[in-house]
């Protein structure tokens, strides 16, 4: 959403404002102005603020830099500019097919917040870990990853539905009958950061 965070500010302090004029002069609320005044004041701005606030850490949570601000994600994000080695996440990042901004996400749709009840529980359990530290020296999916996350991309990408390689496996691509990983098997490449080039992005 944009402008979610000057909505936020003007908000809280709208709300701020009209709970320091009720405590300053409860001599209002005698009057029915006064009342409607005092109901803003303490149930419907707390309401707008928790919906404003909530929305905006939602859209944060989006970010590149959200995902990456946990340590044990670290090397994910620096697999991003390994140059060389044809890994898929690096390639979509530095060439630009895929936001940089929401990068993760944008092909992790299912994970965590946005995800079912059950990505959401396991949301909780990744933050008891991150702060219990307990992590895993080596992270793993929960599940085999869904071509649905390719697909939501390159469905109607015309390089993707003409490619030769792709035709005869249209129907079981869509079904998940053959994963995408099967040809596409380099994605992160974590172990490798130690030997791979980075790639220096110009920014002039």
Known sequence: MPYLNEVLAAVAFVAVALIALIVLRPNLTAARGGKILAFLAFFISPLL??????????EHSKSTSFCLSCHTMAPYGESLATDGGGYIPALHYQNNLVPRENACFTCHTTYT???????????????????????PQKLSLYEKY???????CHAAARSYVESEFHEPLLEDIVKDATSCLECHDRVHAVSKLGELKKWKERTE
């Open 49 to 58: 603020l928790t919906w404003a606030g909530t929305s905006a850490q939602l």
């Open 113 to 135: 917040l946005f995800g079912d009840f059950s990505a959401k529980l396991k949301g909780m359990k990744h933050v008891y870990v991150y702060y219990t530290g307990t992590a």
């Open 146 to 152: 869904s071509n649905r996350e390719c697909l939501h």
